[in-house]
């Protein structure tokens, strides 16, 4: 079961080794490994994904099929490992999206978790599609969108996603196209297929636009300390109590150069504080509002811990006001 508004998840440690994630009325604090990539966890609110209660620090699996988000993976049992590990740490909540791949990402998930835990949130985004050479390709017209989700629901063997995004392309405007769009994805809604309506890749003027028409579930927006761009969208999501979902949360997986991690402050920051800059730059964006979830993606098991890890990590007023002042 999703954990009501407001209710913590606690994320117990097991001599095992294991994490799980549950809910208590007598959470215990746990004694977890010591070095940056086991902080000891504190408790954490979850927050309202639409209709479902999820933690925080969730999984993006667009870093597991190939090269370019495209073809299979380099090693599927490590694909299929990162997957069943990101559970066993807690996550409730994975974003994917069936042109990941194309098929592969969602495939992928199918293999490794189902029959999926009943408080698992699936999300996934609609409005692309991918060509023989891996070209991304626009498929956002009423009808491609609601075959874009019925895709999603084919290959991930649900019935029923958490939330689809729809995602815009870098014209769009809040005009006709953007109503018809919104209309396919409310009936989708409507008709039970997807439990919320997202957005992504929006204005402010198209989130305020959609909001005069229908309820938003969450919104997904490019927002890294380097790019903070989507502030003004990510004020107006918390002020309505809507989720805000960075993506590309440590940088753009397509740069040659990554403004993230590298930055000074980022750096400084994580030799002071016992972190990797990853952590710290996850961390900072945690600490802006209690609305952010964050959906980091990786292949690999060991960067997926130090991902789950953030959870546990409360930068200090120093690091806050360096990072603040980063750019």
């Not at 945690?286 to 789950?308: A, D, F, M, Q």
Request: charge should be neutral; glycine fraction near 8%.
């Amino acid at each position: 079961m999703y954990a009501s508004p407001g209710q913590p998840l606690w994320l117990d440690y097991y001599p095992r080794g294991e994490f799980q994630s549950h809910q208590s009325q007598q959470p215990l604090l746990p004694q977890l490994l010591s070095g940056p990539r086991f902080p000891r966890i504190r408790p954490m609110a979850g927050y309202p994904l639409g209709s479902v209660m999820v933690s925080r620090v969730g999984f993006g699996a667009m870093q597991l099929p190939g090269p370019g988000v495209f073809g299979p993976p380099r090693d599927r049992s490590a694909a299929l490992a990162v997957l069943r590990r990101a559970v066993e740490l807690g996550v409730d909540h994975i974003d994917t999206a069936q042109f990941y791949g194309p098929d592969v990402a969602n495939e992928l998930i199918r293999a490794a978790l189902h029959p999926y835990p009943d408080n698992l949130a699936l999300v996934s985004k609609v409005s692309a599609r991918r060509d023989v050479s891996g070209s991304w390709l626009r498929a956002d017209n009423p009808v491609q969108l609601r075959q874009g989700i019925e895709e999603n629901l084919r290959s991930l063997g649900v019935e029923r996603l958490a939330a689809v995004n729809l995602r815009l392309m870098e014209d769009a405007r809040p005009d006709q196209r953007f109503d018809d769009q919104l209309a396919a994805m409310i009936k989708a809604r409507d008709d039970g297929l997807i439990g919320g309506v997202g957005l992504s890749n929006v204005a402010r003027e198209h989130l305020l636009h959609a909001f005069d028409r229908t309820d938003i579930a969450c919104v997904q927006n490019p927002l890294t300390l380097a790019d903070r761009t989507s502030m003004p969208v990510l004020e107006e999501c918390h002020a309505r109590g809507t989720a805000f979902v960075p993506f590309f949360p440590l940088g753009s997986a397509f740069a040659r150069s990554n403004p993230v991690l590298g930055n000074p402050a980022v750096l400084r920051t994580a030799r002071r504080l016992g972190y990797t800059p990853a952590q710290i730059a996850l961390a900072w964006l945690l600490s802006l509002r209690p609305n952010v979830l964050l959906i980091p993606g990786t292949s690999s098991v060991r960067h997926l811990e130090e991902n789950i890890a953030v959870r546990g990590i409360e930068l200090d007023q120093q690091a806050q006001d360096e990072l603040a002042a980063a750019a």
